[in-house]
């Protein structure tokens, strides 16, 4: 995942642990990205709905 950090919590020589924080990167973009992606989703499905209730009233006006 491409981005910038916004701080960098330890230096050069420093201890650390498993689990510490390194670093805090900036997920403006990541999120940006993710709530297009649902926004294009529930686009979609709300499509797909539409056209299932359609084809359920064409076929109760023409049930062939």
């Not at 510490?20 to 979609?44: F, G, K, P, Q």
């Amino acid at each position: 995942m491409a981005g910038s950090s916004t701080s960098v919590r330890v230096r050069k020589g420093d201890r650390v642990a498993a689990g510490d924080i390194l670093m805090t990167l900036d997920d403006r973009e990541a999120v940006a990205a993710v709530r297009e992606a649902e926004a294009a989703l529930a686009e979609v499905s709300a499509t797909s709905q539409q056209a299932v209730a359609d084809a359920e009233r064409e076929a109760e006006v023409d049930p062939r």
